[in-house]
């Protein structure tokens, strides 16, 4: 299994950035993995990784944090393989390496990092003020 997070850059307040986290070696349509979910994490520096949205791959049940509801939407493509992230509304402390990650617990909705399994390399996000 392989994700590829990209889409990340700088952009200024109020701005958008769409984020794109592809998979590999597994299909979301495919059975190899019996209950995967998404999610993405960020972390600016000196700061812990936190969950910011993950979406379940079968029936599409998305869940936010409370600092970006409102402002970003999860989505996914079965057909590419690929959840997106867009963010809009973006603030600067939104500043911060997103990273996807795989999961197939139940619980990937609590954004706990250790029921997630696979991780993607991270994507820089910069918003300027």
């Known amino acids: 299994v392989q994700l590829q997070a990209s889409g990340g850059g700088l952009v200024q307040a109020g701005g958008s950035l769409r984020l794109s986290c592809a998979a590999s070696?597994?299909?979301?349509?495919?059975?190899?993995?019996?209950?995967?979910?998404i999610g993405w994490f960020r972390q600016a520096p000196g700061k812990e990784r936190e969950g910011v949205s993950c979406i379940h791959v079968h029936d599409g049940v998305a869940y936010y944090s409370d600092s970006v509801k409102g402002r970003f939407t999860i989505s996914k493509d079965n057909a590419e393989n690929t959840v997106y992230l867009q963010m809009d509304n973006l603030k600067p402390e939104d500043s911060a390496v997103y990273y996807c990650?795989?999961?197939?617990?139940?619980?990937?909705?609590?954004?706990?990092?250790?029921?997630?399994?696979?991780w993607g390399q991270g994507t820089q996000v910069t918003v300027s003020s």
């Open positions: 070696g597994f299909t979301f349509n495919g059975g190899e993995i019996g209950w995967p979910a």
């Open positions: 990650a795989l999961s197939w617990a139940g619980s990937y909705r609590n954004f706990r990092t250790d029921k997630y399994y696979y």
